[in-house]
């Protein structure tokens, strides 16, 4: 595919995907979200595919929704807002949930509203010391989408997320590792390298077991104790029938590093 609003290459096994609207601060439209889709049906169908860095051109990750594009126009009618939460982000959000292999975004600046969002959908949130996470909605009347409403309360709990939902006030990234929103904040000038080895290590590791883990957690808070036990079981049947499993049994007794083909 000719992308003309994203950067899409793949290398060693990881996939890098880089928003690039750099002179609207990676703003989503609706060319941008098609392209999306594209590259993440790629990820799932390469099998060669190990793990997805999302990122963004610029000096911003991501400020959210681009209200000048022409489903935001207000004309005689208002827009029909959760059209575009209906058409675009929910297909996004669950597209990166349900990917096959594990997500990291790197955020090397601001991410804001959708932006946020995306960044939090991933498995992993690496951010730059200068970035932060802003959830601006509530300043033009509007709520949380793209999952910031599901995010926010499960990562720092319900009285964090009411504030920055409803005051909108622009989170530091120290602090939001700090308040357990991310995984890990670095130096702005070692955050590409940090990533590019971090990527490199989930690319040899046993991907399916990356993925199941991210699926049992997400389901945990809707599970009973019974219930959970008993997907850990399932999940632990299948991946102790896989070659992955043992290739990693093998690996320790041999007392080698092992070679994961993600299966």
Request: hydrophobic share 45%; with cysteine.
């Amino acid at each position: 595919m000719n992308y003309q609003n994203i950067l899409f290459d793949v290398d060693n096994g990881v996939a890098r995907l880089t928003l690039n609207r750099p002179d609207k601060l990676n703003s989503f439209n609706g060319a941008m979200h098609g392209e999306l889709r594209a590259a993440l049906d790629t990820v799932q169908n390469d099998k060669s595919i190990r793990v997805l860095v999302i990122s963004g051109a610029g000096r911003a990750f991501c400020a959210g929704q681009d209200l000048a594009d022409p489903a935001m126009a207000m004309g005689p009618m208002q827009p029909d807002i959760g059209n575009v939460v209906e058409q675009h982000y929910k297909p996004l959000i669950l597209g990166l949930q349900n990917l096959r292999v594990p997500t990291v975004a790197m955020v090397n600046g601001i991410a804001a509203g959708a932006g946020a969002s995306l960044a939090l959908a991933c498995d992993l949130v690496i951010a730059a010391k200068s970035a932060s996470f802003l959830q601006a909605f509530s300043k033009i009347g509007l709520i949380p989408d793209t999952g910031g409403t599901w995010f926010l309360p499960q990562r720092v709990g319900m009285a964090r997320a009411m504030g920055l939902a409803l005051l909108a006030d622009k989170l530091p990234a120290e602090k939001a590792a700090e308040w357990g929103l991310i995984w890990q904040v670095v130096d702005d000038g070692e955050l590409q390298a940090h990533v590019d080895k971090l990527a490199a290590q989930l690319a040899t590791m046993p991907t399916k077991a990356l993925v199941r883990t991210r699926q049992a957690m997400h389901a945990a808070p809707n599970h009973t104790l019974e219930q959970q036990l008993s997907m850990e079981g399932g999940f632990m049947r299948e991946l102790g029938w896989s070659p992955d499993f043992a290739e990693g049994s093998a690996a320790f007794m041999e007392k080698r590093a092992p070679k994961f083909t993600g299966n």
